[in-house]
């Protein structure tokens, strides 16, 4: 690359490649027109240079009448300049565009040409010499093992790209446009050679030369770790017998903590913010600046939104001075160190750590009293009086009576308090820990409380912790041990530290170092955490490289083998390309067995086959995985399946129920034969609702469809549409058996709807009144052989009269007897006596006169008499 | 309707009586004056009762805003007079519902 060549060559060089291709494209050996560019690995695909060419191709039979050496080069050429060295000088670019930033050459030693003693064309070409030569220098001063290579070999790629197919090996390629591309294909060591790669400079080889080196230092610098290790914890004297690792070495103070250092801050910001309210302190409202950074770095670890969106918005203490959350919530899996966290911040913000757990009694009266007991009053025993911090561990098993009542008693606010002496304003900080955020008895509490979700401790940290406790406890441990007892415990340091007790009382009575094989022997330790339904089925998917074993323990740990098999048979289809249906077929014959299997066993209640359904998932497993990701799909389809059987049957069921004796047919011919004919019957054909207006025939058929609609027990219910309208529908719904999915289309146009629902009507009242008149004709015949058949015709026709035209008749008072008076000794007065004993004058109600009162005002008329119309 | 009388100072006071309602009579035709009904005054507060056929009245009396006088003309051979017959300046009003009386309970049946 030293050596330029003059503008007329480089205008060769540029466009010869057009040239040459216009000419003949595949003719050529001419070396001249070939770039001088280099492959950059043999088999890498280049698709620039031939995507390059066509467009130059085109671009040059266009413009090459045309073209002249001064021409800018048009758009489509430009990323071709980049890629070859800079010919172009005619372009009217600066040096920066061409060589990126020329920063790094000293302009000192070069002096920039002033313009104005040669043309610009040459101006610049002498500066492009001077960049490329000074920074070629500068290089191979700061890299001198990269002289020796700087001889690079050359390659052309006329000879190596074609765009016929070629005599030389190939390999086919297909460039972004369709275009076809041959590339030629070379032997390895022949590329090797051309390269003039030796062992020594091979990338492998250094890689791993490295990699040994690196991994021996990092060796060594373990084993150094635990000897200068900060200092080995100390131990708790008071309590010596306690054999517990994790009481031995539980955190004694903030630098101990193993969790993540933006959950520590979290915590103890919040535990802080109580400080005015229960320590009479002004509490600086500005946060530490290195938590948000710290959250925003570690993606692992992450605040709630809550937190994040609120910080700005509202501010962290309300108007009675308390914290905005009144509760904090830690969530997290178990045995990372959550109620440890807890206890210790408590304590080092001044607060005497009170617990409430799981195995307390958590009734509401229970709570309550624990409750008062912990945030009203104070410790007397305590020496230094400290003011109580409540912790709840365990909360996500609490009931939710509890949970609401903790709600409640934390969301009152001080105004309240005074007005209702039971409830009282919360004035101690409270602290709740739950496995499960999503606890259907959190939900009231999370939205109130101060989410903290505490992951587990990273490994190395789990690592470094257990050498200085293994260490203190005088185990000879080898770092890759202990790394793997981290590993194993995911986290969980108190199941790692269980381990480490356990293989110490085994190991340390013989004396020996604490190996590899006593850590993975021991039965206990792993994470024993419950999968969901959905990271099996994901796993099932997923190949595991890692570990190929694990999904049987995934699988075994989901448990709900039926619904696994369900999402399996789901996502089956979409996981592998399938072309030949291999896959499909033996991932059915698995299912297949699982299903004979499963009902087997649930036939005959015998359980000796259950554990062979795992089985038939793990080779689903080796069959479907694959290592693209799959969004798994939750199974739903069988319930929902299931469902819409239900449904169908239900109206099945009630058709079958209702259908009239003449009609009635078993229930399958019925499903079989008749319901999926009936819709066709029950939409006659009008040309317009109006049934008036109708011709015979449309009035027969809709007549005809009322009778069915009789016969199958159908009726046409009003019901309330979404949109708040009432409409028609079919009850029940017999269309939905007759046609699955597509049936809106069936169903008769609301206006006929209301024609046929009133001639159904109609068509209930004639055959109601049919049958009345039947019944009773029935009776006639019977007592008709004492009557005669006049009296018998007459009584029909009685009868006949219909329903609504029968009037009642009065019933006619018998006239009573008069009433015989008689005197004590029973001799029957006379009436005229009786009647006159009794007859006193009655002034009042013989009166002539009476009066008739009239309502409302009788100041309604008013009219004006004057006196003159009296004289 | 009108009249009662009461002396003062000579010329007659009268009282309006004032009914909401109609007197009715069984009767075709009156002849001579008729009893209409009987005007008490209760001893204890002195409100007005009336018992009109077979119902009971109460009412109460009520100073007339205007006085109003009962003039008589008299037509003299020679001139007309007036001759003042009485002076009213209240009136007993009836406005409630009357109340049935229950004379003759019917024999035991």
Known sequence: MSDFPDPDEEYELMYADELELLRDINESDDSNAVKRKQLPAKRSLDFSSPVINKTQITQGSNDIVSFNNSQPISQSLQPLDDYLTPKNASNKRTADDLFGDINDIDFEDIELPSKRQKTEEENDLELINRILESRKLKQSLLEPSRVKNDFQPTYLSKENLSLNIPRWPFMPLTNSDGQRIYVKLESEESWDSSLGITDQTSLHSTFAKAWEEARRVLEEKQNQKPEEAEQPIQVLETDANNNLLLEKYRPQSYLDLLSEEPVNRALLHWLHLWDKIVFNKEVKTSEPQQRNSFSKRTGQFQLTNKWKGKKEVEPEIDEDGRPHHKVALLCGPPGVGKTTLAHLLAKISGYRPVELNASDERSVEAFRSALQAATLMRSVLDKDRRPNCLILDEIDGAPLPTVELLVKWCTATVAEGKKKAKTHPLRRPVIAICNDLYATSLRPLRSVALVIQVGGATSERVVRRLSRIAAGERVAAAPRTLAALAARAAGDLRAALHVLALVRARVGAAGRQLKMEDVENAAIGTKDCHKTLMQALQAVFTVNDQNPDEIMKTIQAAGEYDRLVDGIFENYLSSRVDGRLLVACETMSWLRLHDTVSSWTMRTQNYSLYSLLPLCVARCHAVLATRTPLRVKFPMQAQEMYRKRQELECILQSVYAGCAPSVALSRNSLQLDVLPLLPYLLSPKLRSANVQLCSESERRSLTNCAAAMCDYGLQLVPRRQPAGLFALELEPDVYKIAFFGNEERARPPPALRQAIAREQQLEMIRRNEEMMTKGSGKENTKEGKLKSDKEKSKEFMEARVPNHLQRLQPKILEKKSQQVHKDFFGRIVPISQVQRSDAVPDVISSSSVFYQYREGFNNAVRRSVRTRDML | ?109
């Not at chain 2, 007005?48 to 008589?72: F, R």
């Not at chain 2, 037509?75 to 002076?87: F, L, Q």
């Not at chain 2, 209240?90 to 109340?99: A, E, G, T, V």
């Open chain 2, 1 to 109: 309707m009108e009249s009662k009388t009461e002396t003062e100072g000579g010329v007659p006071e009268w009282a309006i009586v004032e009914l909401q309602g109609l007197i009715q009579t069984k009767k075709e035709s009156l002849e001579g004056p008729t009893v209409v009904g009987d005007l008490h005054y209760y001893s204890r507060n002195h409100h007005p009762v009336l018992i009109l056929g077979h119902h009971v009245l109460n009412g109460k009396e009520v100073k007339l805003d205007q006085p109003m006088a009962v003039i008589e003309k008299v037509n003299a051979s020679d001139k007309t007079e007036y001759k003042v017959r009485a002076v009213v300046k209240k009136k007993i009003l009836f406005k409630s519902r009357p109340k049935p009386i229950i004379s003759n309970v019917a024999e035991k049946v």
